[in-house]
């Protein structure tokens, strides 16, 4: 494996999709992806594996329920959440939020749902 510098801007610059993951880098059983985002995801969880949302550029809503109460935390750029698996949580993104994701290769972006929103990353 060769050294690669990323430069994420350059990277956002290669698609438009919203809530459509690319990966752009891997470490050890981790996929680096990165994702545009904009308005209401689904609910869901990932009974394995956590997740880390960096917001780049935007803002981010995460709703989750924590011991029977819907709970909300907001981030902006420069920040991170951390969603523990088993965790069920939905993102909300005001327009044009682009967002680092880093979570194990496994991990399905929709989670315990299957639905239109269910992708599979490419590479770009």
Do not use: C, S
Not at 49 to 67: K, N, P, S
Not at 74 to 102: M, N, Q, S, Y
């Amino acid at each position: 494996m060769k050294l690669e510098k990323v430069t994420l801007l350059e990277k956002f610059g290669l698609f438009d999709e919203t809530w459509k993951p690319k990966i752009v880098g891997e470490l050890n059983d981790f996929h680096v992806k990165l994702v545009k985002t904009e308005g209401e995801f689904v609910w869901h969880h990932h009974d394995r594996e956590d997740e880390l949302f960096l917001v780049i550029d935007g803002a981010l809503d995460m709703f989750y329920r924590d011991d029977g109460a819907e709970r909300i935390e907001r981030f902006g750029p420069g920040e991170f959440l951390i969603v523990p698996h088993g965790v069920e949580h939905k993102p909300v993104a005001a327009p044009d939020t682009k967002v680092l994701l880093l979570e194990p290769k496994t991990t399905l972006n929709t989670g315990n749902v299957q639905n239109e929103r269910t992708t599979i990353p490419e590479r770009i």
